[in-house]
């Protein structure tokens, strides 16, 4: 590598030793009764800092005092480089699934760029035009006195010049001012601490390559003459470019529930490689990502993360990596048209009723079904999906009943396994369970049995091991099936536990619903682990003790 490449790799070397020295104190004795309470304790621990921190991997189920207090532990990660991946993050040994590779708190937090009304402390989504804005620079706040800390005083200062003390609710203002802001505090973070230029100046940023694509317009138009003629700033135009190419390559986004969302700017997580089948997934809690191993990593193997949503068809994700990334995948399933056998992107033919459409190699060539080599053009297919996605934009997804008929609609015209299809499937999955399950009809609990059955078997071929879409789905279907179960043994529906017999208990081995059930949640809990609905699967245990076993008598 040339001398300046080493000395990027260098600073971010230096940042990733120095942040792994960050160890906590050993918790007092007493704390060994709390292993249960393990996320928690790590939150009290860690949260308070104000940078990054490296662990050597922690696995939750080991005793506190292993964890916090042993220092001859191997790091986990370590940077490598080459002429075609650049930086990029590699197993320092073996690791296994479930472990915490690294944790660390954000350089910056704003709002999404495009977003809404967000407020800019603590990134509430705020609604219509109810909110009060900043007493000072009238920036959207979900409240005069928000506890929250995004919004500085020195930020306050700069955003009196952009009007919006006079105009509170202008929607295309507050869309610029969530389009500039993080670039902003990273700017004004630079500025007070010299040593988070030298980190972010290590980042990649794709300045160059976007200078003459849309998004280069886009920051100089909207970013650039914004900060420097109306805000003022003493930022060069060129410094500003490159802060905007680094979130935009870098960023992560990032939810704290209750309607906040926002994006994130990380180091340690920014050198992490794509993978359309990573390696890793990440947890955000109480302003801390937790990057943990979703399978077996061999040391030596790259440390990946899904920079798009793998349950995206390959040609969707290959746009969004294209425009928002600058780079194009060539992993195994990018290169097979069955999607490892999903048929995500495949569609409905219309000459059999059982035949797919797969797409070809070249965007342009014509689609032919593999059963009976029927072809169609396209253009024809490109207008379907888009047709599909359209509808899909349109859905209410607190309405299951509409949502149920765009599933019925779009089944019929993509075919059941095309990616819109299955987005629809999950929103389902959501509609229905967002109801109190006192509520909620044996058909539909019955329904979303059949439909988490049937995401679960897509997540084990795209996204295996430890993944929150297959915690998410178990949780829904333990919900679902804890309730079947809860009126199968008061009676309430005759029909459940023969309903339950035939769907659930063709496991080979298995002696009870119960015991499917509590292996289910078990699993659950191991994945959520860091996840804001762990209190859900901890509920849904709860009620199992109230549970005699039904069994699964073998027909």
């Not at 003022?232 to 870098?250: K, L, M, Q, S, Y």
């Not at 819109?420 to 229905?432: D, G, Q, S, T, Y």
């Amino acid at each position: 590598m040339d001398s300046g490449e080493q000395r990027r790799v260098t600073v971010l070397e230096r940042c990733l030793g120095s942040l792994a020295a960050v160890r906590p104190a050993p918790p007092p004795l007493q704390e060994k009764v709390e292993a249960s309470n393990f996320s928690e304790w790590l939150q009290l621990n860690y949260c308070p800092t104000k940078h990054s921190e490296i662990l050597r991997s922690l696995q939750p189920q080991e005793q506190l005092t292993f964890a916090a207090a042993r220092e001859d532990e191997e790091a986990a990660v370590e940077i490598h480089w080459t002429p075609v991946f650049g930086r990029y993050l590699v197993a320092a040994r073996n690791i296994t699934a479930g472990e915490v590779l690294f944790r660390e708190a954000p350089l910056v937090v704003g709002p999404k760029a495009g977003a809404g009304a967000t407020c800019l402390a603590c990134l509430k989504t705020l609604p219509g035009d109810t909110w009060e804005g900043c007493e000072h620079c009238g920036a959207p706040l979900c409240r005069p006195q928000c506890g929250g800390k995004g919004h500085s005083e020195r930020e306050c200062g700069l955003l009196t010049l952009l009007g919006l003390k006079h105009e509170p609710q202008n929607t295309s203002r507050i869309r610029q001012l969530n389009a500039l802001l993080a670039p902003l505090r990273v700017l004004l973070l630079m500025e007070r601490t010299p040593a988070v230029k030298a980190i972010v100046d290590a980042l990649q940023s794709h300045v160059e390559e976007r200078r003459d694509l849309p998004i280069g317009w886009f920051v100089e138009t909207h970013i650039v003459a914004v900060l420097q003629e109306r805000l003022r700033v003493a930022f060069a135009a060129e410094e500003i470019r490159r802060v905007c190419g680094v979130c935009d390559t870098n960023s992560y986004q990032v939810s704290e529930g209750e309607g906040r969302v926002g994006r994130a700017l990380f180091v340690a997580a920014s050198l992490m490689n794509h993978s359309c089948s990573a390696n890793t997934q990440h947890w955000y809690r109480d302003g801390v990502m937790s990057v943990r191993a979703v399978v077996d990593i061999p040391e030596g193997a790259p440390v990946t993360y899904a920079y798009t949503n793998v349950l995206w068809g390959t040609r969707a994700r290959a746009a969004h990596l294209a425009t928002a990334k600058l780079f194009t995948c060539g992993c195994e399933r990018c290169v097979d048209p069955t999607e490892m056998g999903s048929h995500i992107s495949s569609v409905k033919c219309r000459e059999c009723p059982q035949g797919l459409m797969l797409p070809p190699s070249a965007a342009s060539a014509p689609w032919q079904c593999r059963a009976c080599g029927a072809s169609v053009s396209a253009i024809a297919i490109d207008t379907l999906v888009r047709a599909g996605g359209a509808a899909l934009g349109r859905l209410r997804p607190e309405d299951a009943q509409s949502v149920s008929a765009t599933l019925a609609h779009l089944t019929l015209l993509l075919g059941d396994t095309h990616y819109v299809v299955v987005e629809v499937k999950h929103a389902l999955v959501r509609a229905i369970m967002a109801t109190s399950l006192s509520d909620i009809t044996q058909v539909d609990l019955e329904r979303v049995l059949d439909l988490t059955s049937d995401l679960l078997r897509l997540a084990d071929r795209l996204q295996p091991g430890l993944t929150k879409i297959r915690g998410m789905l178990l949780l829904e279907r333990s919900r679902a099936l804890a309730e079947l179960l809860l009126r199968c043994n008061t009676g309430t529906v005759g029909e459940t536990a023969a309903y339950l017999e035939a769907k659930i208990c063709n496991i080979p081995g298995s002696a009870t619903l119960l015991q499917n059930l509590t292996e289910d949640l078990a699993k659950c809990e191991e994945i959520l682990l860091y996840d804001s609905r762990l209190s859900e699967v901890r509920e849904v245990k709860r009620r199992l003790e109230t549970l005699k076993p039904v069994s699964c008598q073998k027909r």
